[in-house]
């Protein structure tokens, strides 16, 4: 398929990664790179406090990135996609659509990272976390 420029005016990238359970979008991390391929381990967050701070925001509220067309195409995967619990790795195209790279129900979710250097994940974690086990605990 043809390349789609996803990057922001700054010029970095931003992929982002938000578990779903029971249809609701929850934020699992975002990594920020100069590189179009990113994946976590290589989009240097532990050097840069800017894309921790970033992360940061998004971990803390999704619903202040997934505005108006953004969180009507989350809830568009939710419909398109009959499981209780998956993820997606996405970013948000220059035109402001959703741009899906990946939906799996295998998506690594961990709270393994360390908190001096990530003191937000592991809220984020906890809540996919708390909201899985609620599904899984429910008659």
């Given amino acids: 398929m043809p390349f789609v420029d996803y990057s922001n005016d700054d010029g970095f990238f931003r ?3 938000v578990m779903f359970v029971e249809g609701k979008p929850y934020a699992c991390h975002l990594a920020i790179s100069p590189r179009w391929m990113i994946h976590y381990y290589n989009a240097a967050m532990a050097e840069n406090q800017w894309m921790r701070d970033e992360e940061a925001r998004f971990v803390a ?5 997934f505005t108006g067309k953004l969180a009507g195409a989350l809830r568009e995967i939710a419909a398109a996609i009959p499981l209780e619990y998956f993820g ?4 948000i195209a220059r035109d402001g659509r959703l741009l899906l790279f990946e939906a799996d129900a295998a998506m690594l979710v961990h709270g393994t990272d360390p ?11 906890e809540r996919i976390q708390r909201a899985l086990n609620d599904l899984l605990v429910r008659p």
């Fill in 61 to 65: 509220n999704l619903d202040a990135v």
């Fill in 115 to 125: 908190t001096d250097l990530y003191p937000y994940k592991r809220a984020g974690f």
């Fill in 88 to 91: 997606i790795d996405c970013a």
């Fill in 15 to 17: 992929k982002y990664r």
